[in-house]
Protein backbone atom coordinates (compact mmCIF):
# COMPACT_ATOMS: atom_id res chain seq x y z
CA UNK A 1 0.00 0.00 0.00
CA UNK A 2 1.37 3.72 -0.80
CA UNK A 3 1.57 6.04 1.83
CA UNK A 4 0.66 9.37 1.30
CA UNK A 5 -0.58 12.90 2.40
CA UNK A 6 -4.24 13.30 3.16
CA UNK A 7 -5.66 16.54 1.21
CA UNK A 8 -6.69 18.09 4.32
CA UNK A 9 -4.00 17.27 6.55
CA UNK A 10 -2.85 20.22 8.18
CA UNK A 11 0.45 22.36 6.95
CA UNK A 12 3.64 22.56 9.05
CA UNK A 13 3.86 25.68 11.23
CA UNK A 14 5.80 27.42 8.63
CA UNK A 15 4.16 26.39 5.99
CA UNK A 16 0.83 27.85 5.95
CA UNK A 17 2.01 31.24 6.05
CA UNK A 18 4.13 30.69 2.83
CA UNK A 19 1.05 28.89 1.17
CA UNK A 20 -1.00 31.98 2.24
CA UNK A 21 1.57 34.26 0.35
CA UNK A 22 1.48 31.88 -2.51
CA UNK A 23 -2.06 32.02 -3.03
CA UNK A 24 -2.02 35.44 -2.65
CA UNK A 25 0.96 36.01 -5.42
CA UNK A 26 -1.54 34.30 -7.51
CA UNK A 27 -4.40 35.92 -6.92
CA UNK A 28 -2.76 39.51 -7.61
CA UNK A 29 -0.81 38.02 -10.72
CA UNK A 30 -4.50 37.18 -11.92
CA UNK A 31 -5.88 40.35 -11.79
CA UNK A 32 -3.03 42.36 -12.70
CA UNK A 33 -3.04 40.66 -16.10
CA UNK A 34 -6.67 40.76 -16.25
CA UNK A 35 -6.58 44.34 -15.25
CA UNK A 36 -4.05 44.75 -18.32
CA UNK A 37 -5.73 42.89 -20.90
CA UNK A 38 -8.97 44.57 -20.38
CA UNK A 39 -7.39 47.61 -21.21
CA UNK A 40 -6.83 46.10 -24.72
CA UNK A 41 -10.29 45.07 -25.25
CA UNK A 42 -11.71 48.27 -24.26
CA UNK A 43 -9.88 49.64 -27.15
CA UNK A 44 -10.90 47.19 -29.95
CA UNK A 45 -13.48 49.44 -31.16
CA UNK A 46 -10.51 52.41 -31.48
CA UNK A 47 -8.31 50.11 -33.31
CA UNK A 48 -10.52 48.90 -35.56
CA UNK A 49 -11.67 52.43 -36.33
CA UNK A 50 -7.72 53.28 -36.53
CA UNK A 51 -6.90 50.91 -38.80
CA UNK A 52 -9.81 51.26 -40.81
CA UNK A 53 -10.42 47.37 -40.64
CA UNK A 54 -13.63 45.59 -41.46
CA UNK A 55 -15.41 42.82 -38.96
CA UNK A 56 -13.33 40.00 -40.34
CA UNK A 57 -9.90 41.68 -40.87
CA UNK A 58 -10.33 42.84 -36.94
CA UNK A 59 -11.09 38.73 -36.43
CA UNK A 60 -8.03 37.98 -38.81
CA UNK A 61 -5.88 40.55 -36.67
CA UNK A 62 -7.31 39.16 -33.69
CA UNK A 63 -5.81 35.60 -34.45
CA UNK A 64 -2.14 36.77 -33.34
CA UNK A 65 -3.44 36.05 -29.66
CA UNK A 66 -4.20 32.26 -30.52
CA UNK A 67 -0.88 32.13 -32.86
CA UNK A 68 0.99 33.16 -29.68
CA UNK A 69 -0.73 31.00 -27.13
CA UNK A 70 -0.19 27.59 -29.81
CA UNK A 71 3.57 28.03 -30.38
CA UNK A 72 4.69 29.01 -26.80
CA UNK A 73 2.32 26.25 -24.82
CA UNK A 74 4.41 23.09 -25.88
CA UNK A 75 7.60 25.33 -23.83
CA UNK A 76 5.63 26.62 -20.67
CA UNK A 77 6.66 23.95 -18.60
CA UNK A 78 10.28 23.58 -19.36
CA UNK A 79 10.63 27.63 -19.15
CA UNK A 80 8.90 27.44 -15.59
CA UNK A 81 11.40 24.30 -14.71
CA UNK A 82 14.30 25.62 -15.91
CA UNK A 83 13.69 29.96 -15.09
CA UNK A 84 11.30 28.68 -11.81
CA UNK A 85 8.06 30.14 -11.62
CA UNK A 86 8.58 33.68 -9.87
CA UNK A 87 11.19 34.46 -12.05
CA UNK A 88 9.05 33.05 -15.21
CA UNK A 89 5.88 35.18 -13.60
CA UNK A 90 7.74 38.37 -13.11
CA UNK A 91 9.56 38.54 -16.80
CA UNK A 92 6.78 37.24 -18.57
CA UNK A 93 4.15 40.05 -16.74
CA UNK A 94 7.07 42.48 -18.14
CA UNK A 95 6.54 40.96 -21.80
CA UNK A 96 2.83 41.54 -21.29
CA UNK A 97 2.86 45.13 -20.58
CA UNK A 98 5.45 45.55 -23.39
CA UNK A 99 3.00 43.32 -25.74
CA UNK A 100 0.36 45.68 -24.83
CA UNK A 101 2.26 49.19 -25.09
CA UNK A 102 3.19 47.89 -28.63
CA UNK A 103 -0.89 47.21 -29.60
CA UNK A 104 -1.18 50.88 -28.53
CA UNK A 105 1.68 52.05 -30.73
CA UNK A 106 0.40 50.18 -33.29
CA UNK A 107 -2.75 51.57 -32.80
CA UNK A 108 -1.94 54.90 -32.38
CA UNK A 109 0.50 55.45 -35.36
CA UNK A 110 -2.11 53.26 -37.67
CA UNK A 111 0.53 50.20 -38.42
CA UNK A 112 -1.22 46.83 -38.29
CA UNK A 113 2.03 44.69 -38.06
CA UNK A 114 2.62 46.27 -34.92
CA UNK A 115 -0.56 45.60 -33.35
CA UNK A 116 -0.56 41.94 -34.58
CA UNK A 117 3.05 41.76 -32.99
CA UNK A 118 2.10 43.39 -30.07
CA UNK A 119 -1.00 40.91 -29.67
CA UNK A 120 1.03 37.96 -30.25
CA UNK A 121 3.79 38.74 -27.83
CA UNK A 122 0.98 39.95 -25.02
CA UNK A 123 -0.17 36.28 -25.43
CA UNK A 124 3.19 34.98 -25.54
CA UNK A 125 3.53 36.17 -22.44
CA UNK A 126 0.94 35.11 -20.78
CA UNK A 127 0.77 31.71 -21.13
CA UNK A 128 3.82 30.82 -19.34
CA UNK A 129 3.14 33.23 -16.14
CA UNK A 130 -0.40 32.36 -16.20
CA UNK A 131 0.35 27.79 -16.47
CA UNK A 132 2.00 27.31 -13.84
Do not use: C
Not at 20 to 32: D, K, P, S
Not at 53 to 74: C, E, F, H, K
Request: positive net charge; hydrophobic residues 50%; proline residues 5%.
Amino acid sequence: MHSHTPINSTPEPGEAGEHRRAVWAVAGTFMLHGFIFSTWVSRIPTVRGALGLTNGQLGALMLALSAGALIVLPFTGMVVGRFGANKTVVRTSMMFVLGLATVAFGADYAVATAVVGGLFVLEWATRPGMSR
